[in-house]
């Protein structure tokens, strides 16, 4: 792009999705550039190198994973019909063995209507998948409880979402006797 920020003359610049368009923001100051298409958001995130390959091997006949158009969230499948009753566990299977990113972890939640709609919860809350998690038959699953009776959950169902974080920088830890900080009001206090 021959283009410059009308703000602050840079022409660095990076893609982000408000409300289902794509827009084009200088990277310095943060202004709004303009609206873009498809081919244009992909050449100033290949520019910017504002984004990751995530190597996906699909191992059952699932939808294909598409990135983000609302959010950061990428939704997952269930990669075959579940049955599951009241008081069971169970992995669902999602259908996908990945390789992420060197020096990134994917964090899978449930989506937010996933209990409403279903009856389920994760069962360790969130789940972290590992970049050495990457073999071809390492297919991601996700561990539910069933807390309704006879649930059934059709292949193919939106059932989770994963996003990437970088790997936790290493951590000195440093012994002091007093922190010297404002107590905030116990556990679970806003400090209010």
Not at 13 to 37: D, L, P, Q
Not at 111 to 118: A, C, N, P
Request: include cysteine.
């Amino acid at each position: 792009m021959n283009i410059k920020c009308k703000k602050c003359g840079s022409d660095n610049f990076t893609v982000k999705v408000v409300k289902m368009h794509t827009g084009i923001y200088c990277t310095k100051c943060g202004a709004f550039i303009k609206w873009a298409n498809k081919d244009e958001a992909r050449d100033i995130a290949l520019q910017n190198e504002t984004y990751v390959e995530i190597k996906i091997k699909y191992l059952r006949d699932i939808p294909q994973l598409r990135p983000f158009a609302v959010g950061d969230w990428i939704d997952l499948y269930t990669g075959e019909d579940v049955f599951i009753k009241q008081g069971e566990y169970t992995n669902i299977p999602l259908g996908i063995a990945v390789q992420l990113p060197v020096g990134y972890e994917a964090i899978i939640a449930p989506r937010s209507s996933t209990f409403k709609r279903y009856g389920i919860i994760q069962t360790n809350g969130i789940g972290i998948i590992d970049e050495s998690y990457n073999g071809d038959d390492d297919e991601w699953c996700l561990p539910v409880y069933a807390l309704k009776s006879d649930i059934f959950i059709p292949k193919g169902a939106r059932i989770c979402q994963f996003r990437l974080f970088k790997h936790q920088l290493p951590c000195l830890f440093g012994e002091v006797s007093i922190l010297g900080n404002k107590n905030r009001g116990g556990f679970g206090g806003t400090g209010l």
